[in-house]
């Protein structure tokens, strides 16, 4: 449902940025290759250009006539590679004309101008050929993929140190309770810092947004009616907490009495149950809201699986699945049916077999298990025992 609603949403506009500036927004422009790549027949190893019919009878002797480092002009690398001769050449370098394959160092020895090639090579060993990754404008990277170090790589090899990139929307974090306070104050005995604030921030910013973070609103409706009233004035309003069943919990409440349109108020998931998903109209302009649940694991675990997607459109990127993967767990563990769980996990073992274990926590509110974390195990709803041994999936942080 969220994934739909997304994929109505406009992107925000695109402007040109710094390359070293645009780590994890998203591209607002194809990244085209502005030449072959590589330019030229590239060699991937230090050795012999050679034509590789000199070499089918071995040991081979031929005569090396030069040699051609990588970045060497086309002066000083333009041999022609006739029958018995060899150029040595280095990785990187232009393979000549002539040479069809490339004998690697560690299979010739060397006496004056004589290489003795002690192993054959197929037609084209050791070479990339010209144009082979890329042809001239091809697109390299499609716009809508997030900047990341692979794309900065790119955008770097096609000679772009400014590339198009869509702003980061600015994403209103509305932390609510009379028990939870601004992080620079020192918390009474009853009260408890704003966290939730910061670990969505951290989570805005990952995904391409702009957290901006109002003073915390209090249990009471008309301060929390002008809080959120401010908030949806951002492109994207996150609420967390007071959207339980408890007599406090006035978030429903109050943006009911905005004639919000609600679109879910729960999803059968532990943590992050009660779940509130929907949009406010005001005058010309539609902004979308969550109501996370106030726990700290609750609200780390609903942003992901539901307002990650929203603000990922808003941010111009192309959507992406959740990053799931699969492991063996490590210690048994019963749950109870009829919900999926995600549940804090550390995700270790070796590249033979990734494991799993699960991390004791004393539920939603359990902070420091999170913090021991890397992923959740993502337990289904029709399952309650699991044996150690077992494959079971999890979701990254
Ligand atoms: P609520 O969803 O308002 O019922 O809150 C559920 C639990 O999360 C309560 O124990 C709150 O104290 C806690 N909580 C709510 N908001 C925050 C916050 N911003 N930072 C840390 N804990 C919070
Ligand atoms: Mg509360």
């Known amino acids: 449902m969220v994934e739909d609603y997304a994929a109505t949403l406009p992107a925000s506009a695109a402007e040109m940025a710094s390359l070293l500036d645009t780590c994890g927004l998203a591209l607002a422009e194809d990244l085209c290759a502005d030449r072959d790549f590589p330019p030229f027949a590239r060699s991937t190893r230090d050795g012999f250009a050679v034509r590789a019919g000199d070499v089918s009878h071995l040991p081979a002797r031929l005569r090396s006539i030069g040699e051609i480092k990588a970045g060497a002009a086309p002066e000083q690398s333009g041999f022609i590679v006739n029958r018995g001769e060899a150029v040595e050449i280095m990785t990187g370098a232009p393979v000549p004309e002539g040479a069809n394959a490339v004998v690697m160092v560690e299979h010739t020895d060397r006496n004056g ?39 900065a790589a790119v955008a770097a090899a096609i ?100 004639a919000a349109k609600v679109f879910f ?28 649940p106030g726990n700290p694991v609750s609200t780390m675990v609903t942003f992901q699986l539901f307002a990650r997607p929203v603000l990922d459109a808003l941010a111009g990127a192309t959507p992406q699945p959740l990053p ?35 991390i004791r926590w004393q539920g939603s509110g359990d902070l420091m298990a999170a913090a021991r974390g890397n992923c959740y195990i993502v337990v289904p709803p029709d399952r309650e025992r699991f044996a150690a041994g077992e494959a079971i999936t999890v979701l990254m942080m």
């Open 324 to 358: 799931f993967a699969q492991a063996t767990l490590k210690s048994e563990f019963t749950t109870g049916k009829g919900l999926t769980r995600f549940l804090p996990a550390r995700l270790g073992g070796t590249h033979q077999r990734p494991e799993v274990e699960m």
């Open 159 to 258: 000679g772009r140190p400014e590339i198009a990139v869509h702003r980061r929307p600015r994403v209103a974090i509305l932390a609510t309770g009379d028990e939870v306070i601004d992080i620079n104050l020192r918390p009474g005995p009853n009260e408890i810092r704003n966290s939730n604030s910061y670990s969505l921030a951290a989570q805005v910013q990952t995904a391409g947004g702009e957290a901006v973070i109002p003073p915390v609103a209090p249990d009471e409706a008309d301060e929390l009616a002008l809080l959120l009233r401010k908030g949806l004035e951002a492109d994207l309003l996150l609420i967390t907490g007071g959207v339980s069943m408890g007599k406090y919990d006035l978030v429903e409440q109050v943006l009911a009495s905005f």
């Open 265 to 292: 108020t729960g999803a059968r998931i532990q943590p992050g149950r009660p779940v509130v998903f929907g949009e406010v109209t005001s005058g010309k302009a539609t902004t979308p809201f969550f109501g996370l």
């Open 113 to 151: 101008d004589v290489v003795i090639v002690k192993r054959a090579v197929a037609v084209g060993e050791n070479i990339v050929a010209a144009a082979s990754e890329a042809r001239c404008g091809d697109v390299m990277v499609a716009r809508g993929t997030r900047v990341n170090h692979v794309v």
